[in-house]
Every structure is written in C-alpha cells, then in structure tokens.
T-cell receptor
Framework: AQKVTQAQTEISVVEKEDVTLDCVYE???????LFWYKQPPSGELVFLIR??????QNEISGRYSWNFQKSTSSFNFTITASQVVDSAVYFC?????????????FGAGTRLFVKA | NAGVTQTPKFRVLKTGQSMTLLCAQD?????MYWYRQDPGMGLRLIHY???????AKGEVPDGYNVSRLKKQNFLLGLESAAPSQTSVYFC????????????FGPGTRLTVT
C-alpha cells in the first residue's frame, strides 16, 4: 500500500540557515513517481519537482535541492540559505500505477517558518 | 491563462444544506481532481475524472458527488452538508500523460455549522 510520511510537522529556522524537509514513502511498485509541492500562505499549491523511481540522480534548482535514495525510501528536500519567502507548507507526494491510471497520495505536509 | 479557478472562495452552510463547488481549467487538461485539506492530514482525494463524462471515487468520496459534463469543468456537490465536511477544498488538473504534475486552484474554504 502507498504511504507518505513527513515526520516533521513544523520547522522554524532563521533566514540564511539551510533546512532539510524529510519525506519517507512506502510502495510495492517498482515504477512510481515522487513530487514536492509548496503551499505558500496564499493557499494555492505549486509544483516544485517530479522524480521517477528509475532516476536516482539528485537535482539542484537554485537554492533548492532534492536527494532521492531508494535504499531508504526517502526523497528529501533541502533549501539552502533560506529566505522569508520560503515560509510555506511543503507536501511530498507519491504516484503509482493502478488499472486505469495513476494514484497520488500526499503526505501530511511540513510547515516551514523562516524568520528574518 | 487563468489556470485553475474555483467558485466560490468561501462558503458557510448549515447542516443539511446543499451546495455545488465549481472548478474550471483553461489548460485543456484531461484529468481533474477534487481534494480536501484538513489540518495534519495533507490532501485527500475525494473524486477524480480522467476525461469528459467520466468520474471515479477517490479516498474519501462519501457525502460528495461530482460531474464532468464539459472537459474544462469539474463540479463537486454536497447534497446534505455535515459538520465533518468543514474543510478547504482544492481542485486540480493535469495532463493525460500520467503522472504529470497537478495544477491547483486557490481553494474553497467551507464551513458547515
């Protein structure tokens, strides 16, 4: 069965600190996809990244980086030199195939506070 | 492009009342979804649609109905609202090529008293 665990409910950091948001998933499939979304205070979720199960290369996009490790079923997200605008709720999600398409489940989210 | 829009943004209902939430997307996406977001529980899928005229149940479908008469619209109905349906509702859409990223609307905050 699918499961996504974001054990950190809330994280508070001071601006310019680095912060890592953890995501641990469970799946029986060998083919699956992982996502991260950001929900700023305005409320609308914004897509950040998608990664498939066959691509374990880490990815960096500006101050954001993602570390995918199949051995530990983790897909962690690091923000380097955090800024106040990074304050948001971040969701990790897992999609796996089923008859007729894909099913996506979301973790409970991690609320990040970045203080000036 | 407006992306994904939702109507209304806020609503207060009394127990037993009915209402329809409207979602519209202008990206020609095949797939559309309705989620509810509750504190500490992330997003849970209520119903989804893989194309015009088709709908399917998600994780928490009870108490809700949906319709997708036009490709760009996805309606979520509450026939007899209950306090347990107090939540923030999000609509999303995605391309046919699955699993592609989902584009979300701004949400509807519903309170049932």
């Amino acid at each position: 069965a699918q499961k996504v665990t974001q054990a950190q409910t809330e994280i508070s950091v001071v601006e310019k600190e680095d912060v890592t948001l953890d995501c641990v998933y469970e799946t029986r499939d060998t083919t699956y996809y992982l996502f991260w979304y950001k929900q700023p205070p305005s409320g609308e979720l914004v897509f950040l990244i998608r990664r498939n199960s066959f691509d374990e290369q880490n990815e960096i996009s500006g101050r954001y980086s993602w570390n995918f490790q199949k051995s530990t079923s983790s897909f962690n997200f690091t923000i380097t030199a955090s800024q106040v605008v990074d304050s948001a709720v971040y969701f990790c999600a897992l999609s796996e195939a089923y008859t007729g398409g894909f099913k996506t489940i979301f973790g409970a989210g991690t609320r990040l506070f970045v203080k000036a | 492009n407006a992306g994904v829009t939702q109507t209304p943004k806020f609503r207060v209902l009394k127990t037993g009342q009915s209402m329809t939430l409207l979602c519209a997307q202008d990206m020609n996406h095949e797939y559309m979804y309705w989620y509810r977001q509750d504190p500490g529980m992330g997003l849970r899928l209520i119903h989804y649609s893989v194309g015009e005229g088709t709908t399917a149940k998600g994780e928490v479908p009870d108490g809700y109905n949906v319709s997708r008469l036009k490709k760009q619209n996805f309606l979520l109905g509450l026939e007899s609202a209950a306090p347990s349906q107090t939540s923030v509702y999000f609509c999303a859409s995605s391309k046919r090529e699955a699993p592609s990223e989902q584009y979300f609307g701004p949400g509807t905050r519903l309170t049932v008293t």
